[in-house]
């Protein structure tokens, strides 16, 4: 294991992977647990690219001024991720829209509240 | 016919009877002939195998194969071929009783009624005719399952009730212990097949043995067996045919029939004998067979008292079965027999008195004999063949499992069978005394129940005493289980 | 010519299914393609199946990029079951969607709806043939985007909400997978599922690799609601559109079960997962905890499609109690477990779909007397119910056989006790739903109820039939999922 420094990355990625399941855990907005959704998956994009990068490597061309490389397969790999992630956040912010028009309200809390209200009353009503 | 095409008749006639009678919905007078003709062509069916199984044959047929290397088998053994007449003998008598009692007491569903019971005699025998115990399993939970809106015809709150107890013991029990008692064979032996002799071995070792012999008498809890014994009492919600032909014929004698095809084809009675493992088993029959009794003496309601009497009756089979002398084991099979035509009766009788006179207490049947005398005559004849009396077939059988504990020196079961004949008696007698020579309760204008049910019941007292006068076909049938 | 080209069209006709549909954009011709391609993937699927079990294993290049630099289509004993299973649950899906649909769905959402069940069922198909780790992660989040989707189309507003949560957990799970992908790929230069199993394996217990095994164990746990993860189904389950329900019960879940099974089998071994990590014992704690305390919850449900999810957990729980036995038998059971629980589940909630068609509801409250109104309706249920409980004859039975035996083989007769004791709670909660149909009285919510169409009726019916042969004529399904297990178990080290 090489000193702490080296590592500086994995440590930058940690630190956005944790703070970005914490607001989706701990926030009731439904735009702030995207927002930390999106910080999540932001994270691993760190964490795939930046051992990729080697100091002082160039893209990978044959030639012979060139010996040291970065590994491009992270940047590709990434690639689809971020499609893949502005798609969920596309996704995610469309359901709060329609939610916000359902319920009239972004936060669990109330919308929660409201689906009681009306299963209870759906309840009563039945019985 | 040969008699593999016979044990596919067999089994195929009572299906091919629900799909008929299902589609006579409209047509209450053929859908009840096709019933009859049913019972009638099934009978036939397994009537003409008895030769070929006297003469030793074993027809077997194969029907799905189930898991890979396990296939359905249907095979007709001596057990399973008593069993199966008894079954199908006493399904025409109850057909006929049926009609009867359905008319006469209006009842609602009587198609789904009569579907239900072609689709039980069709699992029953093929539980009769299992070869391996994958197809016993499957066909003991198609009776279950089948029976059930039988049990709760009447769709009623305590109908309802009295099904969640049905149903509650007889899966549970089957799946928790029968079905993990069966895969702990298969996986102990690569086999489930019934094999002359058993199948075990001493390849579990004395302890195992001891709790798989357990999980498969508590978990074929159609065999009544205390403390898995409440759901039998809880099926007397039915209507009384159903109590009559399935509660004290096809349901439990399936259970105990289980038990003694166990305890002879996958246990081996010789194999059991050597093992102290197994000693606890004629202990928790003869409890139950006391216990019972003793509850039966103390209940009121006809149908209640008569279903502690079939709790107490069952664990002489498993009892006789689990005395592991070739006597005792005589006396199981003649008993499953012996009950079935005694305890039908019993159970006929009943149903007559609440068509006629709408009583179902004890207490209330003050005289009656007087009102109805066939139906308490042959009432007489199954109480004397519950207490093991000559001329009935109850002695036959007693006899047999009275003479292999004694031969087994087993004292405790002895005395048990002594004890329980005198309880037997304590609680059968006082009722026909109570019909013929207590006076009759005023304003009581009532015949005889509607006449099909009388000859019904008639016949099957006939039976009881047949069997003792001309014992000779079950005898020859049971005396081939102990390799004869 | 195009028989070489089978393990790409498997996917890669329901793919463009999608915008084929979105430029028809008219309802019919919409159900049309959406129907014609869930039966051609079948066809391709069954065509794979039958090469497989010749050839043991099919390997396609994609794009002819050799692997372990290309991504690589790899079939074997193990995902063919799979594939047959996806397709063959879409394809009676798709056909009862004709009526289901245009009755849950709004009109003009039709075609979007037959869309996203193209692309989820691309996804699934794509899960299930990959051989690339990181393609995974791309088929999962295909399949579970046009997932939240078609669950927010769901008519109750509470599908909305359903489908954000669920997005929540999906994403985060699959994020957690990806991170476990990532460090493998760190470690062992390969994202090739195959190549990464020989790396691996020289590699050894490195505490990154375990990281990784934790970080795909609670990735994919997450998305095949292992419990306690469990928490985002029943409400998905419950306020989807019943075509949604029935499609993802009996696929979405089972899907995740197989990677689960790759990763654990093919990729890591015995070794980092029972000697150096007790994932067996976790694994195990879980599984009975879900087939117990779920299938309780099930029981005090007061809606027959909540049951029906909460059952689910309860039977995804038999499944993980196979794989933590990991031996020849149980394994068998999880694999032919997976197939009979998607084929009944299926069934079931398309009958409640049925059932929903006709009364507009699945309360229990609602249904009381339902059996006199809709009676085979129900007789399927009380059918699809027998196979939730394991009674002989149908194919939840033939799962149970196998994992009994597999804790007999692992030397455990009390083990051997835990699956027939959750199937007794199955008992308990559906005959809740036999009670509520068979023997109240009709209540006002059934008045002029009739049964249901014979467009849904069939194909849920005709699914059950499937439940019934698969449980009386077993040696194909058992056939077929003990040669996976064979593959699986014989990739442990």
Request: hydrophobic letters at 60%; a neutral charge; aromatic letters at 10%.
């Amino acid at each position: 294991m090489s000193p702490f420094p080296g590592h500086y990355s994995y440590a930058v990625t940690i630190f956005l992977m944790i703070a970005g399941l914490y607001i989706v855990i701990a926030r009731g907005n439904l735009i702030k647990k995207l927002v930390g959704l999106a910080i999540f998956q932001t994270s691993v994009y760190l964490l795939y690219i930046a051992p990729g990068k080697l100091i002082g490597g160039t893209a990978p061309i044959v030639d012979a001024r060139y010996a040291v490389y970065s590994n491009p397969l992270p940047h590709v790999l990434i690639l689809t991720a971020i499609v893949v992630g502005i798609a969920t956040l596309a996704l995610g912010l469309a359901l709060v829209v329609r939610i916000r028009e359902a319920y009239g309200s972004i936060e669990e809390d109330e919308i929660l509240e409201q689906d009681r209200a009306s299963a209870s009353e759906e309840h009563g009503r039945a019985a | 016919m040969n008699p593999e095409a016979l044990v596919l008749a067999a089994a195929a006639i009572p299906l091919a009877g629900a799909a008929l009678i299902a589609a006579l919905d409209r047509a209450p007078n053929v859908r009840e002939g096709v019933t009859l003709a049913c019972a009638g062509l099934l009978f036939a069916a397994v009537a003409a195998l008895a030769p070929h199984v006297l003469a030793g044959a074993r027809p077997a047929v194969e029907l799905l194969e189930m898991f890979p290397g396990l296939p359905l088998v249907l095979r007709v053994e001596p057990l399973g071929m008593l069993f199966a007449l008894v079954a199908s003998a006493l399904w025409i008598v109850n057909s006929l009783y049926s009609i009867g009692y359905m008319r006469a007491n209006r009842e609602a569903h009587q198609t789904r009624f009569y579907v239900c019971f072609a689709g039980a005699l069709a699992a029953t025998i093929a539980i009769a005719f299992a070869g391996n115990l994958i197809t016993l399993f499957l066909a003991y939970e198609a009776l279950t399952l089948v029976t059930y809106p039988l049990v709760t015809h009447h769709g009623d709150e305590a109908a309802k009730r009295g099904g969640r107890v049905y149903l509650g013991y007889l899966l549970a029990t089957s799946i928790v212990f029968l079905l993990v008692a069966i895969i702990v064979t298969w996986y102990a032996t690569g086999t489930i097949e019934f094999v002359r002799g058993g199948i075990l071995g001493d390849r579990l070792g004395n302890a195992a043995t001891g709790a798989l012999l357990a999980l498969y008498v508590f978990g074929i809890g159609k065999a009544a067996l205390m403390p898995f014994h409440r759901w039998l009492p809880a099926a007397m919600v039915a209507p009384t045919p159903v109590s009559a032909l399935l509660h004290a014929v096809a349901v439990v004698k399936a259970g105990v029939f289980a038990v003694v095809k166990v305890v002879v084809y996958v246990f081996g009675v010789d194999a059991m004998a050597g093992l102290g493992s197994v000693d606890w088993l004629p202990t928790v029959a003869g409890f139950t067979i006391v216990a019972a009794s003793v509850v039966a003496l103390r209940a009121d309601n006809l149908k209640r008292r008569l279903a502690y009497s079939t709790v107490s009756q069952l664990s002489y089979v498993v009892l006789a079965a689990a005395l592991l002398t070739p006597l005792s084991v005589i006396g199981a099979a003649l008993h499953i027999a012996a009950h079935a035509f005694g305890k039908i009766t019993l159970f006929f009788a009943a149903g007559a008195i609440y068509t006629a006179a709408h009583k179902t207490e004890v207490s209330e049947l003050d005289g009656i004999g007087r009102r109805m005398p066939w139906t308490m005559a042959a009432f007489a004849i199954g109480a004397l063949s519950m207490i093991g009396l000559p001329p009935t077939a109850g002695f036959v059988s007693k006899w047999f499992i009275l003479s292999g504990a004694m031969s087994a020196e087993h004292w405790v079961a002895v005395a048990v069978i002594v004890a329980s004949t005198l309880l037997n008696a304590g609680y059968f007698l006082p009722i026909v005394w109570r019909a013929f020579f207590r006076p009759c309760a005023a304003g009581a204008a009532h015949g005889e129940a509607p006449a099909p049910m009388v000859a019904a019941l008639l016949a099957t007292a006939a039976l009881t005493v047949a069997m003792f006068f001309y014992a000779d076909l079950p005898l020859a049938l049971a005396r081939q289980l102990n390799g004869g | 010519m195009i028989g070489e080209h089978l393990p790409a069209l498997q996917v890669v006709v329901p793919l463009v299914a999608a915008p084929l549909i979105v430029l028809a954009r008219r309802g019919a011709a919409a159900w049309l393609i959406a129907t014609i391609a869930s039966f051609v993937s079948l066809a391709i699927a069954l065509a794979l199946f039958v090469e497989v079990r010749e050839a043991g294993v099919v390997s396609y290049a994609l794009g002819s990029w050799a692997p372990p630099w290309g991504i690589e289509y790899r079939i074997d004993a193990a995902n063919s079951v799979v594939l047959v299973l996806v397709a063959l649950l879409a394809s009676f899906v798709a056909p009862y969607a004709w009526r289901s649909a245009a009755f849950e769905v709004p009109e003009d959402q039709h075609y979007l709806c037959y869309a996203m069940f193209c692309l989820c069922l691309a996804g699934l198909l794509g899960i299930a043939i990959t051989g690339d780790a990181f393609n995974l992660f791309v088929f999962l989040e295909i399949s579970s985007l046009s997932s939240y989707v078609l669950i927010a189309l769901g008519r109750d507003r509470r599908a909305l909400l359903s489908a954000y949560q669920y997005l929540i957990v999906g994403t985060i799970g699959a994020t957690f997978y990806v991170i476990g992908v990532g460090l493998l790929y760190l470690e062992t230069g390969t994202l090739n599922i195959a190549d990464l199993a020989a790396r691996v394996a020289e590699v050894g217990t490195e505490r990154p690799v375990l990281a990784a095994l934790a970080f795909i164990t609670v990735g994919l746990s997450l998305k095949l609601a292992l419990f306690p993860l469990h928490f985002w189904l029943p409400n998905a389950y419950a306020y989807a559109p019943s075509i949604v329900s029935a499609f993802l019960a009996g696929t979405a879940t089972k899907v995740s079960i197989y990677a689960l099974l790759r990763f654990y089998f093919s990729v890591f071994g015995a070794h980092e997962l029972f000697e150096v990590l007790p994932m067996g014992a976790i694994l195990l704690a879980l599984s009975v905890a879900a087939m117990m305390l779920a299938s309780l919850g099930a029981v005090f449900q007061d809606n027959l499609k909540h049951m029906l999810a909460y059952s689910s957990v309860g039977q995804i729980g038999y499944i993980t109690f196979g794989i933590s036995l990991a031996n020849q038998p149980a394994l068998t059971g999880s694999v032919v477990h997976l197939v009979n629980h998607g084929v009944t589940k299926t069934a079931l909630f398309l009958l409640a779909g049925a059932v929903a068609f006709r009364v507009r509801s699945v309360r229990f409250e609602r249904l009381g007397g339902l059996a006199r109104a809709m009676p085979l309706t129900c007789a399927g249920i009380v059918a699809g119910g027998f196979s939730l409980i394991g009674v002989p004859g149908t194919a939840g039975f033939v799962s149970k056989w196998y994992f009994v035996l597999g804790a007999l083989e692992a030397g455990s007769w009390s083990m051997a006790f835990l699956p027939v004791v959750s199937s007794l709670i199955a008992l308990w909660y559906m005959w809740r739903f036999v009670e509520v149909a068979y023997f109240r009285a009709p209540g006002p919510a059934l008045a002029g109820v009739k049964e249901a169409p014979p467009a849904l009726l069939v194909p849920s019916l005709a699914l059950i039939a499937v439940t019934v042969f698969f449980g009386l004529d077993a040696p194909l399904t058992v056939g077929a999922a003990a040669q996976a297990a064979q593959v699986l178990l014989g990739g442990i080290r």
